[in-house]
């Protein structure tokens, strides 16, 4: 037990808002048992911004939602969220827990309240996360720490330890696990020794973790602002304690693989230095970051990684399924591995700039830019190899602008190749069209009507029938009236 206990010390909390005074004055004016805790209280002790607002109480959840007219009420945790003004502040209260029993390391087999102060703290994860504070008079902000497991003593000294018996916290939970890495990293905390010992002993049981669970901790861990460590440090802590292989496999065979870049290290120093030079606002694009080159493991031959880009698309794929990732990010994670490998040099024509930006999508191509230039200060490239990421996106902006680049801004429609033409609908029409993009791709003069329906006429001369992709004349013969692409 460290010393300097800080339990029963009275403390000021000058900064506590009003909105969250007024949730705790409710509830003690009510007559319960009311405390500042979790990771506000810890926020506050450390001199940090303060994060979400956790209260608990010794009022049961249906009193709680009855003080507090429109909170809602999450079963069946017991937490009842308050919009607490002025603000608004979202405060969340939750009934003292005593919890019984966990099978599956994943969630409490029942959760029940009816518990103290002291028994809710006993069930949290570490120490600097399981201190309360009692207020005595809310109008000067006056309360006691209560503080069994000196979370404030480690807190000051910097140590991550967990409550109680290290091993059966995180039989218990594995997400501790990841949680213990994130604020370890977060806050800049050594591992105490019996825990990071029993960190190392239970680390295969993340793989029982839902992969929600896992993603929540990750997009946390790359999302936070003026963290004490960078993400690379937080994903080289996992490795060490055997995590990094359970939770993201695919990342740890990166080690020892092997690269020519200036910057040394293998593809996972690389991989996490890149997720460094990314911005935590936004975290899903710093994971794509950290998983860009997951290819590279199985495509390493003659020292170079032919086709990884592709292979690792799919890969990045599979990685953001599992974790439960939203379509739309792993559409995006996928689409920005599929085309990071892309090689500009000052010789490309205009023409060339506009199939990149078709190729790559206009939407996409400030994450693309923005993946580039992190992969490029991860491998040591240096200025001015690296402006002249700058002065394509000039000349991207340029064309943008002034030239068009999808079908629709054609002037010619495929209803205007179907009347002009005497075509029926069918793939025909889309080959046209694909076809006079190209042309305007490669001279935006080109984008005139009477220019285009000539251009049209002359390949359907050509081959009257034949669509894109092979044996397209016996497609096109074998259903002359499919609708078109
Ligand atoms: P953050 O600032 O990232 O929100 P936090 O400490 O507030 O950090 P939360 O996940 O919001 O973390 O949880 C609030 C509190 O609930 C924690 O401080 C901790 O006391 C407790 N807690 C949360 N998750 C667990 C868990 N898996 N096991 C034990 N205690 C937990
Ligand atoms: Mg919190």
């Keep these: ?53 956790d209260i608990a109480t010794s009022a049961p959840p249906e009193e709680v939602a009855s003080l507090f ?5 999450e079963n069946p945790f017991g937490t009842v969220t308050v919009r607490a003004t002025p603000g608004p502040v979202s405060v969340e209260v939750t009934t003292f827990r005593v919890e019984a029993g966990y099978r599956d390391q994943r969630r409490p087999d029942e959760v029940r309240w009816g518990g103290s102060l002291e028994e809710d703290l006993s069930r949290r994860d570490f120490t600097i996360n399981a201190i309360g504070w009692v207020p005595h008079d809310l109008g000067a902000r006056q309360g006691l720490l209560v503080d069994p497991y000196g979370g404030a003593a480690d807190l000051r000294d910097g140590v991550l330890r967990a409550v109680g018996d290290p091993s059966e916290r995180f039989a218990e939970d594995a997400l501790r696990l990841l949680r213990a890495v ?62 990094l292989a359970v939770v993201l496999p695919e990342l740890q065979a990166l080690r020892g693989v092997p690269q020519a870049k200036a910057r040394p290290g293998d593809a996972l120093d690389h991989s ?25 493991a199985t495509t390493l031959g003659d020292g170079h990684f032919i086709g990884h880009e592709t292979e690792g698309a799919q890969m990045v794929e599979t990685i953001l399924r599992r974790l439960h990732v939203p379509r739309v990010e792993v559409a995006r994670g996928r689409h920005l591995v599929r085309h990071h490998m892309f090689a500009y040099a000052p010789a490309w024509s205009d023409a060339a700039v506009r199939r990149f930006i078709r190729r790559v999508g206009a939407s996409s191509l400030a994450d693309l830019f923005a ?34 680049l999808t079908a629709g801004q054609l002037v010619v429609r495929g209803d205007d190749l179907i009347r002009e033409l005497g075509l029926r609908p069918g793939p025909v029409v889309g080959r046209l069209l694909g076809e006079l993009m190209e042309a305007v791709l490669d001279d935006p003069a080109a984008n005139d009507r009477e220019a285009l329906l000539a251009l049209a006429r002359a390949s359907l001369a050509r081959d009257p029938e034949g669509v894109p992709g092979g044996a397209g004349t016996h497609q096109a013969r074998a259903a002359p009236h499919e609708p078109g692409p």
């Design 371 to 404: 993946l580039r230039r992190a992969d490029d200060v991860a491998s040591g490239v240096e200025e001015p190899q690296r402006g002249g990421l700058d002065e394509l996106r000039a000349r991207v902006g340029r064309e943008l602008a002034s030239s068009p």
């Design 182 to 243: 994130r604020f370890a990293t977060r806050f800049g905390l050594e591992l105490d020794a019996a825990t990071e010992q029993a960190l190392r002993r239970h680390a295969a049981a993340a793989a029982a973790l839902s992969g929600e669970r896992v993603r929540d901790e990750i997009l946390r861990i790359l999302g936070a602002r003026q963290a004490a460590e960078p993400p690379s440090r937080a994903f080289q802590l996992m490795e060490g304690l055997g995590l």
């Design 272 to 296: 996490l230095h890149t997720a460094n030079a990314l911005t935590p606002a936004d975290p899903y694009l710093r994971l794509f970051g950290l998983l860009h080159d997951v290819g590279k």
């Design 69 to 73: 007219p429109g909170a809602t009420w």
């Design 1 to 53: 037990m460290p010393t300097g206990s800080a339990d029963g010390r009275a403390l000021q909390l000058s900064e506590l808002p009003d909105a969250v005074v007024g949730v705790l004055s409710r509830l003690t004016d009510a007559g319960h048992q009311a405390a500042l805790v979790g990771g506000s209280l810890r926020d506050l002790l450390r001199g940090g911004p303060p994060g979400d607002w």
